[in-house]
């Protein structure tokens, strides 16, 4: 490790004089923590108070920013941190901004900023229309300001409904999406205790789905009809979420001992889950993915072993992908038409490949971490501080997460929601 290295960084405050634009943060290295100053560019500055409004949270800043192909532009991530409580939030940045961050990880005390810049009156940060207020006064700016109010426009209609939370601190942390297709305008907490139904219906009015059609899977003599829909889903972009009204659960790393009981579940309680497997678990568990698509529920591929794949050739990564989908259609007789990528982790090539296989890319905007959670009632915690609306949660094969499903899907339907598995 080299001497004095950067490993965290905090995000204190952001604060606005003048055509100057800062940010206090509190560096951590290895030989210990220190308080300064940066300059960041102004598009950066209003991405930022767009994702952070807080409520007492610690707030960590990416170190790695990423380029998205796709978009033709930088991104990073903000961190929320509120007890056991966490939040991934998406931002665009500048070219100037990761130079910043560059030179700060590098040590070059040249970036910063006396701390008598910090004692300055911030910029408030703390709500929504604050916020607001900051984004309009830039049409007062002259053409250049101009330009970024647009630009900002145009960012937040992509942005729009969409809510990136992904893995944190763990294996699932290693790889966050190299795309940002849909990137997080914020993700807020919600107490459901408090929600009535008619304030719960109104909140989650329906979007409209681009392609859809009703599923009905009932028997011919019941008229019972099944309370979801399936989403054929845009195979030139990546699929981070769902408008607004609408919910898709989704299991991941199976299948295992544990699919048939999620599938029983799911189906006793009429709705769906679309299930990523992994090639070489299914040539273990055949019969559970053959129970899970004859049940109705959709069938995607998540490797042939869950390995990372973008740290492999192309051709090693054709290989992998491939195999998976023989070892599926095998099973199922149908063609496997969706992918989701080890740990997030995929760049253009393997993009590309997934194209080539007639496959297109779902991520996720919710993460319960239930793949660390020892109890249901820790991923049950999850489901109540987010708002569900509009959330593909990722979730995995795994005692506490069948022991927590049913009350999963029963507070979902109180949400007024409509579930949603992917073609």
Same mark, same amino acid.
């Given at each position: 490790?080299?001497?004095?290295?950067?490993?965290?960084?905090?995000?204190? +405050?952001?604060?606005?004089?003048?055509?100057?634009?800062?940010?206090?943060?509190?560096?951590?290295?290895?030989?210990?923590?220190?308080?300064?100053?940066?300059?960041?560019?102004?598009?950066?500055?209003?991405?930022?108070?767009?994702?952070?409004?807080?409520?007492?949270?610690?707030?960590?800043?990416?170190?790695?920013?990423?380029?998205?192909?796709?978009?033709?532009?930088?991104?990073?991530?903000?961190?929320?941190?509120?007890?056991?409580?966490?939040?991934?939030?998406?931002?665009?940045?500048?070219?100037?901004?990761?130079?910043?961050?560059?030179?700060?990880?590098?040590?070059?005390?040249?970036?910063?900023?006396?701390?008598?810049?910090?004692?300055?009156?911030?910029?408030?940060?703390?709500?929504?229309?604050?916020?607001?207020?900051?984004?309009?006064?830039?049409?007062?700016?002259?053409?250049?300001?101009?330009?970024?109010?647009?630009?900002?426009?145009?960012?937040?209609?992509?942005?729009?409904?969409?809510?990136?939370?992904?893995?944190?601190?763990?294996?699932?942390?290693?790889?966050?999406?190299?795309?940002?297709?849909?990137?997080?305008?914020?993700?807020?907490?919600?107490?459901?205790?408090?929600?009535?139904?008619?304030?719960?219906?109104?909140?989650?009015?329906?979007?409209?789905?681009?392609?859809?059609?009703?599923?009905?899977?009932?028997?011919?003599? +019941?008229?019972?009809?099944?309370?979801?829909?399936?989403?054929?889903?845009?195979?030139?972009?990546?699929?981070?979420?769902?408008?607004?009204?609408?919910?898709?659960?989704?299991?991941?790393?199976?299948?295992?001992?544990?699919?048939?009981?999620?599938?029983?579940?799911?189906?006793?309680?009429?709705?769906?889950?679309?299930?990523?497997?992994?090639?070489?678990?299914?040539?273990?568990?055949?019969?559970?993915?053959?129970?899970?698509?004859?049940?109705?529920? +959709?069938?995607?591929?998540?490797?042939?072993?869950?390995?990372?794949?973008?740290?492999?050739?192309?051709?090693?990564?054709?290989?992998?992908?491939?195999?998976?989908?023989?070892?599926?259609?095998?099973?199922?007789?149908?063609?496997?038409?969706?992918?989701?990528?080890?740990?997030?982790?995929?760049?253009?090539?393997?993009?590309?490949?997934?194209?080539?296989?007639?496959?297109?890319?779902?991520?996720?905007?919710?993460?319960?971490?239930?793949?660390?959670?020892?109890?249901?009632?820790?991923?049950?915690?999850?489901?109540?501080?987010?708002?569900?609306?509009?959330?593909?949660?990722?979730?995995?094969?795994?005692?506490?997460?069948?022991?927590?499903?049913?009350?999963?899907?029963?507070?979902?339907?109180?949400?007024?929601?409509?579930?949603?598995?992917?073609?």
């Amino acid at each position: 490790m080299e001497t004095n290295t950067v490993q965290i960084i905090e995000l204190l +405050s952001l604060e606005a004089r003048s055509a100057s634009f800062y940010m206090t943060i509190g560096a951590t290295r290895n030989e210990g923590r220190t308080e300064c100053v940066l300059e960041i560019d102004e598009p950066t500055y209003i991405q930022l108070v767009a994702v952070n409004p807080s409520d007492g949270e610690r707030i960590r800043l990416s170190l790695h920013p990423k380029w998205d192909p796709y978009r033709q532009i930088y991104y990073s991530m903000v961190i929320k941190v509120n007890g056991d409580f966490n939040e991934t939030l998406y931002f665009t940045c500048s070219e100037f901004y990761m130079d910043q961050l560059k030179r700060l990880k590098e040590d070059d005390d040249t970036v910063y900023h006396p701390m008598e810049a910090a004692r300055q009156p911030a910029v408030e940060t703390s709500a929504a229309p604050k916020a607001k207020k900051q984004a309009a006064r830039v049409w007062r700016r002259g053409p250049f300001a101009l330009k970024l109010a647009i630009f900002t426009l145009l960012a937040a209609a992509v942005m729009m409904g969409m809510e990136g939370k992904l893995l944190s601190d763990t294996q699932h942390a290693m790889n966050p999406p190299v795309n940002a297709a849909e990137l997080a305008v914020r993700q807020d907490n919600v107490d459901s205790s408090q929600e009535q139904a008619a304030p719960v219906a109104a909140a989650n009015k329906k979007e409209p789905l681009q392609v859809s059609q009703t599923v009905l899977n009932a028997s011919p003599e +019941s008229e019972e009809r099944q309370l979801y829909e399936r989403l054929r889903i845009d195979a030139d972009k990546f699929t981070y979420g769902l408008p607004k009204g609408y919910v898709a659960l989704t299991f991941d790393d199976g299948p295992s001992v544990y699919t048939k009981q999620i599938v029983d579940i799911l189906t006793e309680e009429k709705v769906a889950a679309s299930f990523l497997f992994v090639g070489k678990k299914a040539q273990q568990y055949p019969d559970a993915v053959a129970y899970a698509d004859e049940q109705g529920m +959709s069938i995607g591929n998540h490797s042939w072993d869950h390995t990372k794949l973008t740290a492999h050739n192309q051709k090693s990564y054709k290989t992998n992908i491939h195999k998976a989908n023989k070892t599926l259609e095998a099973t199922t007789k149908e063609p496997v038409t969706i992918f989701r990528p080890p740990y997030g982790a995929i760049n253009a090539a393997l993009a590309a490949n997934v194209l080539d296989e007639d496959m297109k890319v779902l991520m996720w905007n919710r993460d319960p971490e239930d793949w660390k959670a020892d109890k249901p009632e820790d991923i049950l915690r999850y489901f109540h501080k987010v708002d569900p609306s509009g959330g593909i949660y990722v979730l995995h094969e795994k005692a506490a997460t069948v022991e927590a499903l049913p009350d999963i899907i029963q507070y979902l339907k109180d949400q007024q929601l409509t579930f949603i598995i992917f073609n």
